[in-house]
């Protein structure tokens, strides 16, 4: 399996055009710059026509910083995800794989690729619609950035921004249910053999956490998407605001989720590797015994110390998903939209005030 087969399969357009030739070399961020001069061009325009309408609200103006820096981080956390993350996972998965599993590797890569394309667009247009019906409904909040008319420039241009934020993010969502459903198919059908020598420390099965936590960082990036949700939906119906807490809320249990199941069937997967590799060697552990037994020579003895010796550093090693620093990259993505979302709603308007007053009652 090449690595250039497995980047074109799952690539996005985004990452198409970042691989373009003449890109070759040029740093990733500038490149990221080059491609969005349309849209930097549209946006300049579009913020000093309405700069006294933005800068009327300072949490909105906040909102809008964030998501502005997601906009160029985000095709990077793609580019590097797709060309990097992706093909080195699956490309390890065949060098350490059985000769016999090698193939059902091959066969599940393609089938996965086959149904990540029409899952991509599923979730593509579903997030782009809910969003637009989102902006429908609170059209009046829009008012803050300038756009009192579905007929203006300034609204087509939001529109286009918002098209873009969306497939950026749509890509996030199914990048990490690929990955979910990836781990649950090999759970099923691939055996990934235990290797004591192994740098890793974990007999091979680091190039799980290798695939998981950078999909799942990539999905978690979003929160910067959070300040200016918040600002959109905060003169709605209370209604409206428990809705997007709860969405939140979800959006952290999904991360937590995404990120404990594909450890779990890694830790079953490594556990029955485990078990495997050590009843085998059991087996000829109580042969060399025989052997012993029968021809107590020092070649005999060699030969059972030496399984013996493979016995215990493969029951060493660590098959157990809970690590401390697993524990820690857990709790800090699946914690980190719910941190951002309390931090927001400590930086009101009225909070700012407060602050500021008591800065100048200080000094």
């Known amino acids: 399996m090449d690595d250039k087969v497995l980047i074109s399969e799952n690539q996005s357009y985004i990452t198409g055009v970042l691989r373009k030739d003449f890109f070759k070399k040029t740093p990733l961020l500038l490149r990221v710059v080059i491609i969005y001069i349309p849209v930097l ?41 797709e060309v990097k993350v992706y093909p080195k996972f699956w490309l390890e998965l065949i060098n350490v794989c ?44 829009l008012k803050v ?26 890509l996030g969502l199914s990048q990490t249910l690929i990955m979910i459903y990836t781990f649950i198919v090999l759970e099923k059908k ?3 053999p235990l290797d004591i020598d192994n740098k890793d420390g974990v007999g091979n099965y680091s190039l799980m956490f290798g695939y998981c936590f950078p999909t799942t960082l990539y999905l978690g990036s979003g929160v910067l998407f959070i300040p200016v949700l918040i600002e959109f939906i905060s003169t709605m119906e209370a209604i409206v605001i428990g809705l997007v807490s709860l969405l939140i809320v979800l959006f952290s249990l999904f991360l937590l989720f995404s ?11 490594a556990d029955r590797s485990k078990s495997n590799q050590i009843y085998e060697l059991n087996k000829k552990m109580n042969r060399a015994i025989d052997e012993c037994l029968i021809s107590p020579t020092s070649e005999n003895e060699r030969i059972y110390k030496a399984i013996k010796q493979k016995i215990d550093q493969i029951d060493k090693i660590p098959t157990y998903p809970f690590q401390v620093n697993i524990i820690m990259k857990i709790a800090s993505t699946t914690l980190l939209p719910i941190f951002v979302y309390i931090l927001k709603l400590f930086f009101t308007p009225e909070a700012v005030d407060n602050i500021k007053n008591l800065l100048i009652a200080i000094f």
Not at 49 to 55: E, K
Not at 107 to 126: D, E, G, T
Not at 155 to 161: A, N, V
Not at 262 to 268: D, I, M, S, W
Request: net charge positive.
């Open 190 to 192: 691939i055996t990934v």
């Open 259 to 269: 990120m404990v199941l594909p450890l779990f069937n890694g830790y079953r997967m």
């Open 41 to 81: 061009i549209l946006n300049a325009y579009f913020l000093i026509s309405n700069f006294w309408h933005i800068c009327s609200d300072i949490g909105m103006v906040i909102g809008l910083l964030f998501a502005i820096i997601w906009m160029c981080w985000g095709p990077v956390l793609i580019y590097k995800y």
């Open 98 to 141: 059985s000769e016999s599993d090698k193939e059902e590797v091959i066969k599940l890569n393609k089938n996965i690729s086959k149904k990540s394309k029409l899952l991509k667009k599923i979730i593509f247009v579903s997030w782009l619609s809910l969003i637009y019906i989102t902006i429908y409904f609170g059209f009046d909040k």
């Open 145 to 170: 950035l300038g756009i009192d008319n579905m007929m203006s420039l300034e609204f087509i241009i939001f529109l286009f921004d918002i098209t873009v934020a969306a497939y950026l993010t749509s």
